[in-house]
């Protein structure tokens, strides 16, 4: 163990860069969701996703980064976050109608590729892609600024992290979780993730963690994504921007900054590991009698037995006041990658 690591370690500098809530961040809520979800949900994985490896669910947890970024995925980009029209640091919240627009949002996509990833009447290969996507999304919408429409989620606020200039949105997603676990190998992952886990089964979340699936109803697919995306957006208010973003532009947030950050950064992505575990159980067993023992303590969610709720076409709201419509154009226009070179968003 403590070679391999070492010898990763000297390979760091020869590994392409990380990116997003970063491969480091999306694997490790692949590997908690693998130690939790039940053996009938592990085989409906393995057999749909084609991988019976002991890193099924994390071996995929990226690639929807990387289909956004091909020609036939582009249409995806806007599907990895919801603009929340709030207004942080004094307000935080997130309206579906208000803040889904018509091109849809993380949480539409959520409801959407839940019951796409169940529907054994589409071929194959879509039934896997929605699969990807559930893994992916329900990782990102535990990052705060993947719920966040201040200056773009973050990504025009300009900061300094260790001395490299890059911006405040990058630092939640890679920075910050790379430089606590000292690397974003998978073996990486797959250590902060069993260090994780054991602070949700006796450690630091036991108790805590019985609340997490709280809000979750497996008939209703935006219903459950919106409960995660307002737990996540929160953190934007008390802890991401708690003096607004003008106290962070321009400044170097590797001090205090970070040490206030990362108990955030642990456990948003140990719920997020957690929530897809048990999400992951409702999509392979339809959605009834949902069994999610994992390794012992998960709680069931609520059962109500009926059939996942079709997620209507989104229609753009028309109640917006003028500077959102302004705060949806600007967001736009930036497109939907972050401003760091070879950083996505
Ligand atoms: C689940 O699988 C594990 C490992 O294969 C096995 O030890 C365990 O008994 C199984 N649990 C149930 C409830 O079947
Ligand atoms: C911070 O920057 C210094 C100087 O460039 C470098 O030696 C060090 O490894 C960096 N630390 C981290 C955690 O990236
Ligand atoms: C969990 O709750 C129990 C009972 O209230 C308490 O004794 C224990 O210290 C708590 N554990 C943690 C880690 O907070
Ligand atoms: C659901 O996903 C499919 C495939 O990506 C897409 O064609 C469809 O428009 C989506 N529906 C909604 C309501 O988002
Ligand atoms: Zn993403």
Redesign the pocket.
Known sequence: MAVSKSVLLALLPLLPQASAWGALGHETVAFIAQNFV???T?AFAQALLADDSSSYLANVASWADTYRLTTEGAFSGSLHYIDSLDNPPTSCNVDYERDCPEEGCIISAIANYTIRAKDTSLPVIEQQKALKWVIHFLGDIHQPLHVENLEVGGNTIAVSFNGTTTNLHHIWDSNMPEKLVGGYALADAKAWAATLSTEIITGKYANASASWLDGIDDTDGVKSATVWATDANARVCDVVVPEGAESVRGAELQGAYYDAAIPVIQLQIAKAGYRLAAWLDVIATGGTKVQS?GMGIMRRPRVYGGEMKEVRAITESENLEPWMLEARRVRRAFGWNCGAEGHEH
């Open positions: 039940s053996n009938s592990r023992r």
